[in-house]
């Protein structure tokens, strides 16, 4: 009860406060955006004009008008017809800077070509004379509104004299489209349901239209206010008037300055709807005033429940903890108090239990390159588990070298097998064979036996030779990969029906290493007899290029391809060795077939972990 009496006590007095000065300052605030409209409108409206009159001064300097009034005034006087062709600098002034007319008169009054079809009268040109008459020789706006009796529109001309050596010959008539203004003014943003703003001229006359009478042509309402004639009076302010309708209003004016017309401009908006806010704020009090007694009452009923809800949250979180459960969600506690400090405590244990899970998870997969921080400097079971990592990534890494020594001496030893063959053959069997073919060669009579034998003796030698190659090329040793996979596409090419299309190529310049050279001829050795022997394919790609960082070699086929998952399963020997080889060398290989659609193999070896 006693925070009831004190919420009606502070809302009974500060309504009667607020009442008074929020009608103040809403009428002052309302006057200010009214202000800030007048103004912006003021300085959108004179700054169109301005940039007409500009562009109108560049056409003069580029002597467009004087132009097309010597083609105009020679076509009248040679009483030629004028065709469209030649007034094509008139359509495009029109559409390109937005007019809405161009009339051409002799200094006579002579009309001697317009854009339409319209005859002004001789009380229109007599109103142009009137305001030129002081500099007839310099551009001019003039406001020709109201100069016919049947006509209350806004009338608005450019006066554009044309010069010849410096003698005035012709005159131009740029009537200006008033649209163009009249949708400035149009733009209500900002100003309610009865906002307007309008231009009245020197005639106390309108001469945009009216928001509030848009049947009525401009000139038909004059507007007579305290606001026009302080206007006109040379003075911009505001004030709460009658408008020309008789409606209380708020207003803002001031006259349009800087483009040579009479003319102020004007923005209002009801007083009624200005003052709106303040006739809603007596019901809003009201509400207020139930609404703070319901909203007493509740935070005194709920009071001790805010206070005693997060405890009893964080003996649960507490209890779970206890048990070695890490609970799923935080503790959401807004307060920054003692209990708000507790919950923020808590959090954080959870948020470091949850990141040692987590990284005792990754040590137990084997990914020992994954970092973690300690809760503090003192904490215990943090710095154990980093300790752990350590020492397993050490083993890890032991086991990985060792399993590597043991690869490649494995291939160290084939290597040096294979060489060692290649030395029985070319010394032992290889000799013998050459030894053979001398002494057939002495044999005398049956010429055709000879041959026939001496022909099977060269093709065992050129068999031996395939497999001393095939075991270790002598142009790998001697040129490198490049001449070494060369020969080897060559000679799959010359014992098989296989087209080979081999591409070396060398965007970076390294000096590859005998080993990395060796392992990725096997790989593509491998391949290629792969492909021999079971693919079934017409041709083959193989290409190798040498990057900054990497060696590159892609080997594909056309042939049957095979099941990947099925291979997996039962991988074969020979598609082990690449896998194998390029892991060796801290690269990877990638095979990817389906049936029906041929093989890819893609190895990557780098170069900088292989130096």
Known sequence: MSHIAVGLVAIFSLASIFYVLLSDNLLQRTLNQLSSINILKEKLVANYFLRSQKNLEALTLEHKFLNIYAAVSEAVEK????????????????????????????????????????????????????????????????????????????????????VRNQQRVGVVLVEEEF????????????????????????????????????????????????????????????????????????????????????????????WTEAMQPIIQLRYYLIGITFLILFVTTVITFFLSNAISQPIMKL??????????????HTVSVKSEDE??????????????L?????????????????????????????LSLIQMRDELKNLNEREVKLARSRASALLEGQENERSRIIKELHDGVGQLLTAIRMR???????????????????????????????????????????AGLRGLCDSMKRYSNLLIDFTYVKEADHNMNFEISTAL??????????????????????????????????????????????????????????????????????IHSTPGEGTVIEVHIPIGQND
Do not use: C
């Not at 002081?134 to 551009?139: I, K, T």
């Not at 003996?315 to 799923?328: E, F, S, T």
């Open 79 to 162: 009483g030629k017809s004028i065709h469209n062709t030649d007034m094509d600098d008139v359509e495009n002034i029109i559409r390109l800077y937005n007019f809405k007319n161009i009339h051409i008169f002799d200094l006579n009054h002579h009309q001697l070509y317009s854009t339409d079809s319209t005859l002004y009268q001789e009380n229109v040109l007599r109103k142009i004379d009137s305001a030129i008459y002081a500099e007839p020789n310099r551009m001019q706006l003039i406001d020709a509104s109201h100069t016919t009796s049947a006509n209350k529109t806004t009338l608005l001309f450019y006066y554009v004299p044309i």
């Open 179 to 270: 649209y163009n203004v009249q949708s400035i003014l149009s733009e209500n943003t900002g100003m309610g349901t009865t906002g307007e703003t309008y231009i009245v001229g020197s005639d106390y006359t309108l001469r945009s239209a009216s928001r509030f009478w848009p049947n009525k042509a401009p000139g038909e309402i004059v507007v007579k206010t305290e606001a026009v004639k302080k206007s006109f009076g040379g003075s911009a302010g505001s004030d709460i008037i009658f408008d020309y309708r008789g409606k209380k209003v708020l207003s803002v004016y001031r006259p349009i300055e800087g483009v040579g017309l009479k003319w102020v401009i004007i923005s209002e908006i009801d």
């Open 315 to 328: 003996r649960a979180v507490i209890k779970q903890l206890a048990k070695g459960i890490i609970p799923k």
């Open 339 to 352: 209990v708000g400090q507790m919950a923020e405590a808590i959090n954080q244990l959870i948020a470091g």
């Open 354 to 382: 949850e990141r040692t899970s987590v990284f005792a998870k990754e040590i137990g997969a084997g990914n020992f390159n994954t970092s973690f921080v300690t809760l503090s400097e003192y904490d215990t079971l943090g």
């Open 440 to 482: 057939v060669e002495m044999l005398e009579n049956n010429d055709a036996l000879k041959e026939e034998i001496k022909k099977q003796i060269n093709d065992t030698i050129a068999e031996v030779r395939r497999i001393s190659y095939n075991v270790m090329p002598q142009a790998l040793v001697d040129f490198g990969l490049e």
């Open 521 to 590: 001829f096997r790989i593509a050795q491998e391949g290629l007899n792969n492909i021999v022997k079971y693919a079934g394919a017409s041709s083959v790609n193989l290409h190798i290029i040498e990057k900054e960082d990497e060696i590159y070699l892609a080997l594909e086929d056309d042939g049957r391809g095979f099941d990947e998952a099925k291979a997996k399963r039962s991988a074969g020997i020979g598609l082990q060795n690449i896998r194998e080889r390029a892991k060796l060398l801290n690269g990877s290989a990638e």
